[in-house]
């Protein structure tokens, strides 16, 4: 496969991989009606789908410096939005966002309207300008604009502590996926994740990341929006679910006047079990104060532009103009998922608590429901729960319990679809999973080796001896997660939130004002990075052991606190000590142009 | 470098233009979650405050994005700033 010729080639090369997963499906679902168990058919899915994965990050495999770390800066432009939306919606995204929606409703909201608003601050205030500048990671913008050591350190320090948290939180969910789909213990199931994970990356660096998180993309949009459109369409809900499901939100809010909302005691509650979930908000209507709202979306959105696995993305494109483009087809491919999500809260939820329904179950009898099909399977996946609280014989509204993932693997099942969706579901959630995490391991490992090897410990290096390196950080660093994941410390979400927070607290001011403020100089940048992370990490204790905190700020919003001391720190410490020296603000014009050289070489 | 001076000077207004409209569809309206609930403005018939949440600030922000890279490429041009050798 030569180069240039295969980059000419992509729509068309994409677009015979896109048919074939289609056809790949189609076969599937012809052997599941000539009789292949569903247990197979999970198997078939999820391995082939990681087999052409592995294989293209074979193909993709390089020697060369700037195609290991910035993909040889020739991914085009609508590619690279494809590869950097598979970046962004992680296992989270795609397993856990729906359920969400369905038990939180409004409140949660606040991460859609963040996770997407985001991309506002990244293409106006930082992509282009980090383009232009011509770095490898995030560090290596900081510490050149900034001058020294100290600064390129507290940058690998901030991102490591963020990206790890996010990590470890992947490689959980690349693991819980392929243990139900493959029928493993999860133990076991973590590490294959992870050896599909390397697989991708291990060889082509950033260049095998990219074709690979395309690849990715189109299999979990597809996995996504089929099972939305295809339920929609069999519950009568409307061709168009985006557009058309006023009614069916209308009708919940009318079933969840006539069925109320029933606190259970803390006795019955104790017998649910741990992780599972009833009903107990308000489907469509305002449930979250403004400032709720606000500042969870606050955080989700500084955090966005502050996290260097997205951030890196951007260095790949042919120019600063494609940069800029690029942050707009990235958030129109994850806005296909994002608007998505509570379609098929709305759909899941309606189908389940309608009684004139088929699939509906509130209000029949508890015998009836636990002899379904589907209840036996997700009840015993620990994923499904219900129990006569009041001893009526008829199942209430809270007297069901279900997981958050289950909304979006167990809907399609319940929805009466063929189990050929489900293998399709499992597949996506897969892709979505090893997607992010192979963007994440590159970002830690590419910091350790470019900027803390490379830049400060062995200037000298030869090329040959840098890839090395960083592969052999990349191999430590997978397994320092996955070690960590099979400990199943936190949940998915809670970490994912965390790791913004935190990026938010060390990096975002650092990086905005190195464009924007000129008289931004080393020692407030570092002043900046450490307190930031110092005091929102401090915050986070604080809340977690009982402490009150103050303006209503959680334990998911730690990063207002990082970043307002970051800035307060950065300013002070700035304009207390010397101006940067003239060469340095002359990079910052040169950065604020798109023309020209980059401001750092082409291999360095 | 008085062209210098004029680019960043129209880059920075339209820097503010688009942010002021993003903290409008990110942060601004949901001081007003209750009122556009009870608004009668009902996109696709559903309640506003939910439309927002689920496409209304989302689809909004993709076409922020494009707008303004449109409006920067087009400042860049003005002064002779933009990339020769470009990948599109």
Redesign the interface.
């Known amino acids: 496969m030569i180069k240039g010729k295969f980059i000419d080639n992509l729509p068309k090369v994409y677009g015979i991989y896109t048919g074939g997963f289609l056809v790949f499906i189609i076969l599937m679902a012809i052997a599941e009606q000539a009789g292949m168990t569903a247990k197979t058919i999970g198997i078939c899915f999820v391995s082939f789908t990681v087999a052409i994965y592995a294989i293209i990050g074979y193909l993709s495999r390089t020697l060369q410096v700037d195609a290991y770390y910035v993909a040889g800066r ?1 991914v ?2 609508v590619f690279n939005g494809m590869a950097t939306a598979a970046d962004w919606m992680s296992g989270a995204s795609f397993v856990a966002m729906a359920g969400g929606i369905y038990f939180k409703g ?1 409140g949660y ?2 991460l ?3 996770w ?2 985001g ?3 990244v ?3 930082l992509a ?1 300008y980090l383009r232009k500048f011509g770095c490898y990671t995030v560090p290596d913008f900081v510490g050149t604009r900034y001058g020294g050591n100290a600064a390129r350190l507290c940058a690998v320090l901030v991102l490591t502590v963020a990206s790890f948290t996010y990590v470890t939180a992947q490689i959980n969910a690349t693991g819980t996926i392929a243990s139900v789909a493959l029928d493993i213990p999860f133990g076991i199931a973590v590490y294959v994740g992870l050896a599909s994970i390397l697989l991708c990356s291990m060889l082509g660096g950033m260049r095998a990341v990219t074709w690979t998180q395309v690849a990715q993309y189109i299999v979990l949009i597809i996995a996504y929006l089929l099972p939305v459109f295809w339920i929609s369409n069999k519950m009568g809900a409307g061709i168009f679910p ?6 069916e ?2 009708r919940i809010a009318e079933l969840e006047g006539q069925f109320g909302f029933v606190k259970n005691s803390a006795a019955d509650l104790a017998t649910v079990p741990k992780g599972l979930a009833g009903i107990t908000k308000a489907h ?3 449930n ?1 104060t ?1 400032w709720a ?2 500042s969870l ?2 955080c989700m ?1 500084a955090g966005t532009a502050s996290l260097p696995h997205v951030m890196m993305r951007y260095f790949t ?6 940069a ?2 690029s ?2 087809w990235s ?2 491919f994850i ?1 296909l998922l ?2 998505s999500a ?2 098929l809260a709305t759909l899941s939820k309606l189908s389940l608590m309608d009684p004139t329904l088929p699939t509906g179950i509130i209000g029949k009898s508890i015998a009836d429901v636990q002899a379904i099909d589907w209840y036996q399977n997700w009840n015993q996946a620990n994923l499904m729960f219900i129990s006569d609280f009041n001893g009526n014989g008829t199942l209430e509204l809270n007297e069901f319990f279900m997981g958050g993932k289950a909304v979006v693997l167990a809907t399609p099942e319940i929805a009466g679809l063929p189990y050929v969706i489900s293998g399709l579901v499992a597949a996506g959630g897969m892709a979505a999973a090893m997607s992010t995490a192979d963007g994440l391991v590159l970002a830690i490992a590419n910091a350790l080796s470019h900027d803390l090897y490379y830049k400060i410990i062995d200037p000298k290096a030869e090329t040959a001896k840098r890839l090395v390196v960083a592969r052999v950080l990349l191999v430590i660093i997978g397994f320092a997660g996955a070690t960590i994941a099979a400990l199943e410390i936190q949940g998915i979400l809670g970490s994912v939130i965390w790791a913004f927070d935190f990026a938010m607290s060390g990096l975002f001011f650092p990086l905005v004002l190195g464009v924007w403020w000129k008289r931004a100089n080393g020692p407030g940048a570092v002043a900046g990075m450490l307190l930031g992370l110092a005091s929102g990490t401090a915050y986070l204790i604080w809340v977690r052991t009982g402490g009150a905190g103050f303006w209503g700020i959680t334990q998911l919003t730690f990063g207002i606190v990082g970043s307002l001391v970051s800035l307060v720190a950065m300013v002070v410490v700035s304009l207390m000590t010397a101006a940067p020296d003239s060469a340095t603000q002359k990079m910052v ?1 040169e950065v ?4 020209g050289k980059t401001v750092l070489g082409k291999q360095h | 470098m008085s062209k210098q001076v004029q680019h960043w000077e129209k880059t920075r207004t339209l820097l503010f233009i688009t942010l002021a409209i993003w903290f409008v569809f990110s942060i601004g309206i949901f001081f007003f979650g209750a009122e556009m609930e009870a608004s009668s403005i009902r996109p696709f018939g559903y309640p506003l405050s939910y439309y927002m949440t689920c496409q209304g600030s989302l689809g909004i922000f993709v076409i922020l994005i494009f707008w303004f890279a449109g409006r920067q490429e087009k400042i860049d041009e003005e002064f002779g700033f933009s990339e020769r050798e470009d990948g599109e």
Request: hydrophobic letters at 50%; proline letters at 10%.
């Open positions: 020739q085009p432009t409004y909201m606040a859609l309207v963040g997407t608003g991309y506002v601050l293409a106006s205030l282009p985006h557009l058309m499901l006023a009614d939100v209308a469509s209507s305002v979250a403004p709202f606000i979306a606050v959105m494109t042919p120019s600063v103009k494609s800029r483009r942050v707009g958030l129109f806005f994002y608007s509570p379609m014009d604020r142009v798109p023309s």
